[in-house]
């Protein structure tokens, strides 16, 4: 049977400190998570009912035995997810500031294990095969997990929906001159019929910043559907048919804003999957972000289909 969902990316484990608006320095106790985007894109679908499962490397260490465990105890397969010898898994530490400062210190040197997906080792039949493949920016930034990404997207080409999630950090490439990364974002963009970013992102992919050119630009430059985040203004959608939707963000009290964008995908999957019009699946996806900044941690935060939908209903997060 084909998966729902296969993501391809970031894992590591996120140490997110217990104690709010208390730097580093003074936090004397942790929360140890799963992490990583894709990783908790692929949860967050999972959570809905979706079958998932996540091509990703750790290191061989205690710390990606942890992750697999993880994975499984969420519902995700991790069959693609591989060990690297030498390379430890990446550690992220946060700080939080409610309800808008949130800090984040990565640990993944000398490289992470998850740059080191090989374009020879991916099961190209079962991305072609899933219903929706999720990719990164991040993906790109580095090889062979770049040459990796383009092949695994030029292999599907175009089957279903492949989301191109633009996550542009640029402490994770070597060169973070947005103008050397943009060749590889518009190889991707070829290959992609949904893509989505905020506006530091979508600016990277094309060029462009103002939300609804930045939309026309990525629908011209092959996807079928944008999706362009505009923080505290919502989100805007445009699709290759005409249709729109702009849909404000929930009332919510912010805890911990991080992994409220890997909540808006694994929702935003849901609702393409489940054939929703472009303005519910917005709505969805919006308030299970919220729902996710309103908790401390990100993967075991991710929302329940009720959730979610008390949510719509009530018009913020309780």
């Not at 990606?64 to 991790?78: I, K, N, P, Q, S």
């Not at 950090?169 to 001159?177: E, G, H, Q, V």
């Amino acid at each position: 049977m084909a998966y729902d969902l296969i993501t391809m990316g970031r894992i590591g484990v996120d140490l997110y400190p217990l104690q709010t608006g208390v730097p580093l320095p003074q936090v004397t106790s942790f929360g140890k998570f799963l992490g990583g985007s894709a990783s908790n894109v692929a949860v967050a679908a999972a959570r809905l009912g979706r079958r998932t499962a996540v091509i990703t490397r750790t290191g061989d260490d205690p710390f990606g035995t942890y992750l697999h465990e993880a994975l499984r105890d969420f519902g995700v397969d991790d069959r693609w997810v591989t060990p690297v010898p030498g390379l430890p898994t990446p550690v992220t530490f946060c700080e939080v500031f409610p309800p808008d400062d949130f800090p984040l210190y990565f640990y993944r040197q000398p490289k992470a294990p998850d740059l080191e997906i090989d374009a020879h080792e991916l099961d190209l039949d079962a991305i072609r095969d899933a219903r929706v493949f999720w990719v990164t920016g991040t993906g790109l930034s580095e090889e062979p997990s770049r040459t990796a990404t383009l092949a695994a997207l030029a292999h599907r080409a175009k089957a279903g929906t492949t989301v191109f999630d633009l996550d542009w950090r640029p402490i994770l490439w070597k060169d973070t001159d947005p103008d050397a990364a943009r060749p590889f974002y518009t190889e991707a963009l070829r290959h992609t019929t949904v893509a989505v970013g905020n506006l530091d992102e979508v600016e990277v992919a094309t060029g462009v910043r103002e939300p609804h050119a930045a939309a026309r630009a990525l629908l011209d430059a092959g996807v079928e559907l944008a999706v362009v985040k505009q923080g505290p203004k919502g989100v805007l959608a445009v699709n290759s048919a005409g249709e729109s939707a702009e849909v404000l963000p929930l009332p919510v009290n912010v805890l911990n804003g991080l992994g409220a964008g890997d909540a808006f995908g694994g929702s935003l999957v849901h609702g393409l999957l489940a054939g929703r019009d472009l303005e519910t699946i917005m709505r969805h996806a919006n308030a299970a972000g919220a729902i996710v900044a309103s908790r401390l941690e990100c993967s075991s935060a991710m929302p329940t289909p009720d959730e979610i939908e008390a949510a719509v209903t009530a018009g913020a997060v309780q």
